[in-house]
């Protein structure tokens, strides 16, 4: 199967590096650069986004630190295994028995501290891909993409960590309670309360707050499980 085109790269009254940096994670992170591949030559590379090498240089700076590209002097960037050592870890732990109420109280442990993780170490490229999800997030979508947004403001969060281990349970996670969660979209106000929880966590990560990164996790989630308490309990009557 061919990959998908690559998504365009728009320019927004930003900083431009952080904006270079969140398009080059997402392409990443979606399989279009893979683990293992050579990232095009930087003039190549600059060209194709209509940047400057300096401000492709900033980017490729932080996706380094971020451990998603490695970088040899005179040589391309390569991209690096972490998201496929996180594959790994998603495919160990999916041949474990356990049920969706398992997932469900794993979520409630880490989720809320990633919430909290990425309030102290979000990088501005981070908050972007934060927010992008958000504005593609809205109460009008089908359920079933409006839950792939759900899915994937959380792999945000996880992602920053930049440990396959969180990545890795959190794709598990989202794997686990996917056909419950589904629940928690079946309606425009649920989704509405939903994108809602997203969008109180986003501001409390982007304004640093720690704490109400935090709790703004937890009230989502219970917003969360209730919908899917009561889902699960109109299809058993």
Known sequence: MGKAPAPAFRRRPRSLS????????????????????????????????????TSLREALQELENKRLIERHHGRQSIVTGFHKDAGSVHEDLSDLPSS????????????????????????????????????????YLPPEQSLQMDIEFHLVLARMCSNPLVLGVSKMVADRTQEGRIRAHATQESRRLCIAGHREVYEAVAARDL????????????????????????SNR
Do not use: W, Y
């Open 211 to 234: 704490d109400g990164a935090e709790e703004a996790m937890r009230r989502h989630l219970d917003d969360v499980h209730r919908f899917m308490r009561e889902g699960r309990e109109t």
């Open 18 to 53: 952080a904006e270079l940096t969140a398009h080059l994670e997402q392409m990443i992170a979606s399989g279009h650069f893979p683990p293992g591949q050579a990232l095009p030559a930087e003039r190549k590379l600059a060209e194709s986004l209509g940047v400057s090498r």
């Open 100 to 139: 969706a109420d398992h997932a469900i109280e794993i979520e409630n442990l880490i989720e809320p501290h990633l919430a909290r993780l990425g309030a102290q170490n979000a990088t501005r490229a981070d908050i972007l891909q934060l927010e992008a999800v958000l504005n593609a997030s809205h109460e």
